[in-house]
C-alpha cells in the first residue's frame, strides 16, 4: 500500500502542475482581456481544487505512514538539524497546505457575487502564489 501511494503522489503532481498552469494562463488571459466568468472558468477551477485536495489527501495519509517522518517524530530535534528530514517532516507538508489553501480560497472567491475581472485576478493571483509555493518544497532529488 505504501508504495502504491507513493508512486500515486508522485506522479499526481505531474497532472495538478498542468492543470494548475493551463488554469493560471486562461484566467490570466481572461483578466488581461476582461472577459465574463463562465462555466468553464468554474468548472476549470474546480478540477483545479478537486486534484489539489486529492493530492493533499493522498499526502497526508503518507505522512502519517512513511517510514521517513514516522523516523522524525521520534527525534523531533534531531529531525530539524537534518534538512532530508525537515523538509519531509515539515517544510514540505505546511508549504502544499498552504499553497491548496490558496487555490480553495480562489475558487471559493470566484463563486461571489463580484465582478467578472476580480474574479480572474483572484484566481491567476492565487494560482501563481500556490505554484510558486508547490514548485519550492517539491523534493526535487528523489522526485521522478
Keep these: 500500500m505504501y508504495t502504491g501511494l507513493k508512486h500515486l503522489h508522485s506522479f499526481m503532481p505531474y497532472v495538478l502542475l498542468t492543470v494548475l498552469i493551463l488554469a493560471l494562463l486562461k484566467s490570466f488571459i481572461a483578466y488581461q482581456k476582461g472577459q465574463e466568468h463562465t462555466e468553464a472558468h468554474r ?4 478540477i483545479v481544487l ?10 497526508l495519509v503518507l505522512y502519517f505512514i512513511s517510514p521517513i517522518t514516522t523516523s522524525a517524530f521520534t527525534d523531533m530535534g534531531s529531525a530539524m538539524k537534518d534538512s532530508t528530514l525537515r523538509l519531509y517532516a515539515i517544510e514540505h507538508p505546511v508549504v502544499m497546505i498552504l499553497a491548496i489553501i490558496l487555490i480553495t480560497r480562489a475558487y471559493s472567491k470566484s463563486k461571489k457575487n463580484i465582478d467578472d475581472r476580480t474574479k480572474h485576478k483572484i484566481k491567476w493571483v492565487s494560482y501563481l ?7 519550492s518544497k517539491i523534493p526535487w532529488s528523489v522526485w521522478p
Design 129 to 135: 502564489a500556490s505554484l510558486v509555493l508547490i514548485l
Design 43 to 46: 468548472k476549470n477551477g474546480l
Design 50 to 59: 478537486i486534484l489539489a485536495h486529492l493530492q493533499l489527501t493522498i499526502g
